[in-house]
């Protein structure tokens, strides 16, 4: 059953693609100063609590210009908003409500739609807990949230308020299936007390002590209806050497547990820093196709943080891993119980996108519309890729076949994995792409 829409609406540069990137954990909208930046609707599952949703990022609804381009951007926005089942309008602290905003949300609330309004452009908790930032935008029966898309504060509360305008999940009997969800990183990074504080019990020696946790352990659990499998296992050393046998069996354990994951959590200490284990270790998760969130731990021992410091760290974190861009990122502290359900929220959401099916209709239009870009120079005259059928799920597999003889680079299974990473997301998880030409001359 598809999940229920919400949608993201307001004037052109208020901050709708920077709040969508942040809500999501993705960075899948293109967020810029230059006005009407996105055009195209974007979509991305979210995991709040027990509510699962869609948020839907849309174009500036205050396009003004009557050519063809804009006309269909606003006709986008306008199915949008039938089909939404919330309406977040993102205005900004600065400006309150427009002519245009108040016209559209007399509308909205005329025909029934839940509204919440996020104020954004309150980058300061000073900011965010004064009732004179809000006050201009209430209106009767509509909550105001104040955010920052820049730095993320308020972004739970906006959260919270969606959830409150969202249906109840019907119950559903369970499959059975549980989601294998695999801790993993150096030693002393706070897998054991994350596993505690999600059991909401000392199931885990925690110490200060290398290697206190030697054995891979599971821990059954429902969260929010979804059973879910929490492994957590031994610290792997620097440069993979061990140093006894009951180490090396340890390190035999972290890896076959890593091979029967559908979602693993690298972790690590964000103090310490992104080394040659978590290299390593993110290398061997993308090539397992595993599912992947990268869980930067111990967050309260970041002395001096501001609130741009959580944006300026991952982007540093990004750099020493810029070949798992898919992998969402969460700063967790496990001591203070910080931000540690957003793991299982993303390891749900990282499921369903691993097992999605894409229809042969949509594979065969996403190759035609690629198919310009996806000629060689030396075949300007026909496109030699044939076919793209999607093989298996979890992990996502798909095949590119050609019954030529021209040989098809293995660039061009890059490019259709970001093709379909483009316009299908696959939140967390890696895309194989397999090159089928059993008729080229040379391979």
Not at 355 to 360: F, H, L, N
Request: avoid cysteine; hydrophobic fraction near 40%.
């Amino acid at each position: 059953m598809a999940h229920p829409a919400v949608l993201l609406l307001g004037r052109t540069n208020v901050g709708k693609s920077s709040l969508f990137n942040r809500l999501t954990d993705a960075r899948l909208a293109i967020a810029d100063p230059s006005p009407h930046t996105t055009r195209d609707l974007q979509r991305q599952p979210v995991a709040w609590q027990d509510r699962r949703f869609t948020l839907v990022d849309s174009g500036g609804f205050d396009i003004a210009k009557p050519d063809e381009l804009h006309t269909a951007v606003l006709r986008q926005v306008q199915g949008a908003i039938t089909e939404a089942q919330v309406i977040v309008l993102v205005t900004e602290a600065t400006a309150g409500l427009r002519q245009e905003e108040r016209r559209l949300l007399h509308q909205l609330l005329k025909d029934g739609k839940p509204v919440v309004i996020a104020v954004n452009k309150t980058d300061t908790p000073a900011d965010r807990r004064s009732g004179e930032t809000t006050a201009a935008f209430r209106r009767g029966g509509v909550d105001v949230v104040a955010v920052s898309a820049k730095n993320g504060g308020g972004t739970g509360d906006l959260l919270d308020a969606i959830a409150r305008r969202l249906p109840r999940p019907t119950p559903q009997k369970s499959s059975g299936r549980r989601i294998r969800v695999v801790l993993v990183g150096r030693t002393n990074v706070g897998k054991s007390a994350l596993t505690n504080t999600l059991l909401h019990d000392e199931v885990r020696v925690v110490s200060s002590q290398p290697h206190t946790t030697r054995d891979a352990a599971s821990f059954d659990l429902v969260y929010h209806g979804t059973p879910i499998t929490l492994v957590d296992t031994a610290g792997v050393r620097t440069h993979g050497r061990t140093h006894s046998r009951i180490e090396a069996m340890s390190l035999y354990a972290t890896r076959n547990a890593l091979e029967h994951a559908d979602v693993a959590a690298l972790v690590w200490s964000v103090p310490d820093g992104i080394g040659l284990v978590e290299k390593t270790l993110a290398g061997d998760i993308g090539e397992h196709g595993t599912g992947m969130v990268l869980v930067a731990n111990q967050w309260d021992r970041v002395p001096d943080k501001t609130p741009t410091t959580p944006n300026t760290t991952e982007k540093f974190i990004r750099r020493s891993l810029p070949f798992v861009p898919w992998a969402p990122m969460i700063f967790t502290s496990a001591t203070e119980k910080h931000n540690v359900h957003r793991l299982l929220d993303m390891a749900v959401v990282i499921d369903q996108e691993r097992r999605r099916t894409i229809p042969q209709a949509e594979l065969d239009a996403l190759l035609r519309s690629a198919s310009v870009r996806l000629r060689p120079a030396a075949g300007k005259r026909q496109r030699i890729i044939s076919t793209l059928r999607q093989l298996s799920t979890n992990p996502p597999i798909f095949e590119v076949a050609t019954s030529k003889r021209e040989v098809v680079p293995k660039a061009y299974g890059l490019a259709i994995a970001k093709l379909l990473r483009n316009a299908y997301s696959f939140h967390g998880t890696p895309i194989t792409v397999r090159l089928n030409q059993p008729f080229a001359k040379s391979l």
